[in-house]
T-cell receptor, first 113, second 113 residues
Framework: KQEVTQIPAALSVPEGENLVLNCSFTDSAIYNLQWFRQDPGKGLTSLLLIQSSQREQTSGRLNASLDKSSGRSTLYIAASQPGDSATYLCAVSPSSNTGKLIFGQGTTLQVKP | DAGVTQSPTHLIKTRGQQVTLRCSPKSGHDTVSWYQQALGQGPQFIFQYYEEEERQRGNFPDRFSGHQFPNYSSELNVNALLLGDSALYLC????????????FGPGTRLTVT
């Protein structure tokens, strides 16, 4: 059974710092992995999607990496800003024959001015 | 281009009642998935609809049922509400039922008293 874990559950950093959020999954047979952002009480905004054949994806100040063999993904945020404060969720799609996503519990990030 | 829309935004129901939540997918998408997100947790997959049929289901009781209409919009019905059904209900859409990128709506906050 696929399980997704995100550590730490919460993180507080000063503005301008570079930071890394971690995501691990127990079964390396995934189709893809998505990183989402969620503001309090709101829906999910897709940040990056990495296919299982890819090693990383970049969008602006965000860079996501994927290491299937070790069951790990990281989301790197460069030069953090207070507007980056939110909960970050990673989710894996178990196979190409399903749209089901399995989520971690998220990391709540606070960037202090 | 309208994204995923959900209605209503908030809903308060009494234990034992029934509720219907609605979702319109992003333009061009034909697949709708529903997720339940309890406070402080990651979203949990309820089921997915494609071609007006339930294609896949998560570990939720039969009290949770759904429907997809010819225009691809979808409804989630929950019968005999329990206090534990209080959560944010998220709808996600994609093109095709396979593991393609999913786009989420703002969610419906259901409170059961």
């Amino acid at each position: 059974k696929q399980e997704v874990t995100q550590i730490p559950a919460a993180l507080s950093v000063p503005e301008g710092e570079n930071l890394v959020l971690n995501c691990s999954f127990t079964d390396s047979a995934i189709y893809n992995l998505q990183w989402f952002r969620q503001d309090p009480g709101k829906g999910l905004t897709s940040l990056l999607l990495i296919q299982s054949s890819q090693r990383e994806q970049t969008s602006g100040r965000l860079n996501a990496s994927l290491d299937k063999s070790s069951g790990r993904s990281t989301l790197y945020i460069a030069a953090s800003q207070p507007g980056d404060s939110a909960t970050y969720l990673c989710a894996v799609s178990p196979s190409s024959n399903t749209g089901k996503l399995i989520f971690g519990q998220g990391t709540t990030l606070q960037v202090k001015p | 281009d309208a994204g995923v829309t959900q209605s209503p935004t908030h809903l308060i129901k009494t234990r034992g009642q029934q509720v219907t939540l609605r979702c319109s997918p992003k333009s061009g998408h034909d697949t709708v998935s529903w997720y339940q997100q309890a406070l402080g947790q990651g979203p949990q997959f309820i089921f997915q609809y494609y071609e007006e049929e339930e294609r896949q289901r998560g570990n939720f009781p039969d009290r949770f049922s759904g429907h997809q209409f010819p225009n691809y919009s979808s409804e989630l019905n929950v019968n005999a509400l329990l206090l534990g059904d209080s959560a944010l209900y998220l709808c996600a859409s994609s093109f095709g039922f396979r593991g393609y990128e999913q786009y989420f709506g703002p969610g419906t906050r259901l409170t059961v008293t």
